[in-house]
């Protein structure tokens, strides 16, 4: 189940900085979404926090997250689109990746999540900006 991968990925994480304290871990990311994503299917991880896209970039473009995705974009004409750095084939971008490629719209008000409208509401008491970054996967 999920919540099992899930519970699996945090404590096999624990000791590992970044992995212990997100929900993407390597085990939930090969187990769960690995394992519900029909071939050809996209996951798109949008993030605003650089550190944790950069590891993600990382887990995702090395053994074993490379037997089960690869880079949406790669090879396509927004591939270089905002990107912001790669590991193997897998690109961190700053740009949202186009909806005919991953099936959804992440700019603008059709890209803001609960998340991001909850910080944006924030932002002036907090000082914080609105960055994001984006993985698009394909299984």
Not at 42 to 71: H, Q, R
Not at 104 to 117: E, I, L, M, N, V
Request: glycine share 12%.
């Amino acid at each position: 189940s999920l919540s099992k991968a899930a519970a699996a990925g945090e404590a096999a994480g624990a000791s590992k900085g970044t992995e212990a304290t997100h929900l993407l871990t390597v085990a939930f990311l090969r187990d769960a979404c690995g394992a519900v994503l029909e071939p050809g299917g996209i996951l798109t991880v949008c993030t605003d926090n650089l550190e944790y896209g950069k590891w993600l970039m990382k887990a995702l473009g090395s053994a074993p997250l490379t037997e089960c995705f690869e880079d949406a974009l790669h090879g396509s004409k927004a591939d270089k689109a905002g990107r912001l750095a790669r590991e193997g084939t897998v690109g961190l971008r700053t740009e949202p990746p186009p909806v005919e490629i991953c099936g959804a719209c992440y700019s603008g008000k059709d890209g803001a999540s609960y998340f991001q409208r909850l910080k944006q509401s924030e932002k002036g008491s907090r000082g914080q900006d609105d960055h994001r970054y984006f993985l698009c996967l394909k299984r």
